[in-house]
């Protein structure tokens, strides 16, 4: 069975630091998936990396895919309060998601 | 677009009762997907369609449980008869085609008493 692990499960950072999320997956995937979710709020989709070495950003966040690692990051750069959220990785293989990052930042 | 429609917001039922969650997806996109959310569980695929066919509902918790999608436009996830470990957030969603959820409706929030 895919086994998707997010770390770390919480995350407390000061304004303006940088941090990464890490998202492990145990097999082979086309595709995966990064979301955020603000509390008591739906799913937003983030970022599609497509293939290995497939890198994109959006703002302060970053999102980097190596398939032959099993591995994605998501980079947070000077991280503003309004990042804070739970942040998932999916892959497509079988739909299941992580069990989601819980960030903070805190002034 | 009004994104992924879901109804109704919330639901409060007594234990034993029969709850229908409904779900209009974005027009156009192929794929459809029910996740439950819980704080022990986590985000769950229950089930999901492509084309409205049921592709994997591998994820459905037991009999009690049942999804339909009987058009492009509409689908329906139905607990009968409903338990108190049922409460949790349902999420529909939907894509373009396959792979992960593009767009998630806004969720539906039941408590079974």
């Known amino acids: 069975e895919l086994k998707v692990e997010q770390n770390p499960l919480f995350l407390s950072m000061q304004e303006e630091k940088n941090y990464t999320i890490y998202c492990n997956y145990s097999?082979?995937?086309?595709?995966l998936y990064w979301y955020r979710q603000d509390p008591g709020k739906s799913l937003e989709s983030l970022f599609v990396?497509?293939?290995?070495?497939a890198v994109k950003q959006e703002g302060r966040l970053m999102a980097s895919l190596d398939t032959k690692a099993r591995l994605s990051t998501l980079h947070i750069t000077a991280a503003v309060h309004d990042l804070s959220a739970t942040y998932f990785c999916?892959?497509?293989?079988?739909?299941?998601f992580g069990a989601g990052t819980r960030l903070t930042v805190k002034p | 677009d009004a994104g992924v429609i879901q109804s109704p917001r919330h639901e409060v039922t007594e234990m034993g009762q029969e709850v229908t969650l409904r779900c209009k997806p974005i027009?156009?996109?192929?794929?459809l997907f029910w996740y439950r959310q819980t704080m022990m569980r986590g985000l769950e695929l229950l089930i999901y369609?492509?084309?409205?066919?049921?592709?994997?509902d591998s994820g459905m918790p037991e009999d009690r449980f049942s999804a339909k999608m009987p058009n492009a436009s509409f689908s329906t996830l139905k607990i009968q008869p409903s338990e108190p470990r049922d409460s949790a957030v349902y999420f529909c969603?939907?894509?373009?085609?396959?792979?992960?959820?593009?767009?998630f409706g806004p969720g539906t929030r039941l408590t079974v008493l």
């Open positions: 969603a939907s894509s373009v085609d396959r792979g992960l959820p593009q767009y």
């Open positions: 027009s156009g996109h192929n794929s």
């Open positions: 999916a892959v497509d293989s079988d739909m299941r």
């Open positions: 369609f492509n084309n409205n066919v049921p592709i994997d």
């Open positions: 097999t082979t995937s086309d595709r």
């Open positions: 990396l497509l293939s290995n070495g």
